[in-house]
């Protein structure tokens, strides 16, 4: 095989090797990248050939082929920055004035993509040397007695390429920059907020710890009062037997759910709640309220039994517990109905009493039992209302997903929680998980891309960058003013 067809072998297998590697640059880039660039491409082949008329040029041929190649370097930019820069230089030496404008944003934008500035620089004095070599050239071919006029049109020439790639250079060395700032600031970011984490954490077993040593053995001696008084009841005054057992179970109950809130403040999951937000457990609610001296019933609209998940069968005990608690409070003797109903993918539980036989003044409470209820509600992706009823009492009610999303950890502080329930009240869906996945810090917004040029990051790049930026531009407004004056 001779030299000459294992040269043109190995040029076809690398133009098939690029041309493949360039099909899938296009396919993988964001749309909204290629709709970009083939707008600007569309626009500098329409301006580089429908804008003859204001500018004639002497060879049409000539300039159509000159403007068709200046639209080729737009997208060729972005995977062959060093190539478009040595291909800008015959544009350049043409007379389609149109392409010629866009040879400095093409150099702009190409030379901030090579690395190492070295090579930045190696390939802008080439194209430069190219750009002044071919107009010293084509003015002599062309207009010997012009001569005097050489020096000054290579200057202007090589200034096409040189004043962009001096601002796209200096604006290139801040992606880098740019780039391990945002990994630090991330990382701090993250370092912060398991700093927090961890002294709330501290702070959670420490009030756990308190009220484990405190309130457990205060309960723990109620309990084993409530004991003997059961057992001494049973021999000595029967009829009040019934009444010491509910003390002695309802001690033993707030035992139990005291040392699920002290798993919740030592943050430990796979909470154990039993059958609770069933409808024996909200039955034996009703029953409780009942022996207590309410007139209370349950409505049970939920066909057969629930497959709700742990969490949300925990929120519907917790409110059924509150509205009837509230109800014995401040309405004693009205009768409760408690309600619980399956619709689909949530489940709807509402306690509603109606007005108390005698007129009683507003309680001293502070409404933080209805507030904690928001909150859990709230979490699960929830809704509550709570308020009073026109025709008289009041009603509680919650809208509960039956497979809530997975709740975030610490996603509300107490400066977060409102002093008071206004009514009604629509929970929100849950809050990012500060430290996740996208999140940030709260208040903050998120950070631009580091493509995006503003004032002052234009400044940040340094004050070389904006007095050469300015001057291109200028310049090439002039370009075209003379051009078309001309």
Request: with cysteine; aromatic share 4%.
């Amino acid at each position: 095989m001779s030299p000459a067809v294992r040269l043109w072998g190995r040029v076809t297998g690398r133009v098939r090797h690029e041309a493949t590697a360039v099909r899938e640059a296009v396919r993988a880039a964001p749309r909204r990248t290629v709709v970009t660039e083939s707008v600007f491409a569309g626009l500098v082949l329409l301006c580089s050939l429908t804008l003859f008329p204001l500018v004639p040029p002497a060879d049409p041929v000539a300039a159509a082929l000159q403007g068709v190649w200046a639209t080729l370097l737009v997208p060729a930019r972005r995977m062959y920055p060093a190539l478009t820069v040595v291909c800008c230089v015959p544009v350049t030496a043409g007379d389609n004035v149109w392409a010629v404008v866009v040879v400095p944003f093409v150099v702009w934008s190409a030379v901030r993509r090579i690395t190492p500035a070295r090579r930045a620089w190696g390939v802008v004095g080439a194209s430069s040397a190219g750009v002044a070599l071919v107009l010293v050239v084509g003015q002599a071919l062309t207009e010997p007695q012009e001569m005097r006029y050489l020096a000054a049109g290579a200057g202007v020439g090589s200034m096409i390429i040189l004043l962009p790639a001096l601002s796209g250079i200096a604006l290139g060395r801040r992606r880098p920059l740019t780039g391990l700032l945002r990994e630090r600031n991330a990382y701090l970011e993250q370092a912060r907020f398991l700093t927090d984490e961890a002294a709330r954490m501290e702070e959670r077993a420490r009030i756990a710890a308190e009220m484990h040593d405190l309130l457990g053995h205060r309960i723990g001696l109620i309990s084993m009062h409530a004991g003997a008084l059961q057992l001494a009841a049973e021999r000595q005054a029967p009829p009040l037997a019934p009444r010491a057992e509910l003390l002695h179970t309802t001690a033993a109950t707030a035992m139990d759910e005291l040392r699920g809130i002290l798993g919740v403040l030592r943050h430990q999951s796979g909470e154990d709640i039993g059958e609770r937000g069933t409808r024996e457990a909200l039955s034996a609610l009703v029953a409780d309220a009942r022996g207590a001296g309410a007139d209370a019933e349950l409505r049970w609209n939920a066909t057969g039994t629930t497959d709700a998940d742990p969490r949300t069968r925990q929120a519907v005990h917790r409110v059924t517990r509150e509205g009837l608690t509230n109800a014995l409070k401040h309405a004693p003797g009205a009768p409760v109905r408690v309600t619980f109903d399956e619709e689909g993918d949530t489940v709807t539980v509402a306690v509603v009493n109606d007005a108390p036989p005698a007129p009683r003044s507003p309680g001293d409470g502070n409404r933080s039992g209805l507030v904690g209820l928001q909150e859990r509600i709230g979490l699960l992706g929830g809704a509550l209302h709570a308020g009073p009823r026109p025709e008289g009492g009041f009603a509680l009610s919650a809208r509960i997903p039956v497979r809530p999303d997975a709740p975030p950890a610490y996603a509300t502080s107490p400066a977060s929680v409102p002093a008071t329930l206004p009514t009604p009240v629509y929970a929100t869906s849950p809050r990012p998980v500060p430290g996740g996945a996208g999140s940030r810090p709260p208040g903050s917004r998120p950070p631009l891309s580091t493509e995006v040029l503003t004032w002052p990051r234009l400044l940040g790049g340094g004050c070389a960058a904006l007095l050469v930026l300015l001057p291109m531009v200028g310049g090439t407004i002039i370009l075209l003013v003379m051009a078309v004056l001309h």
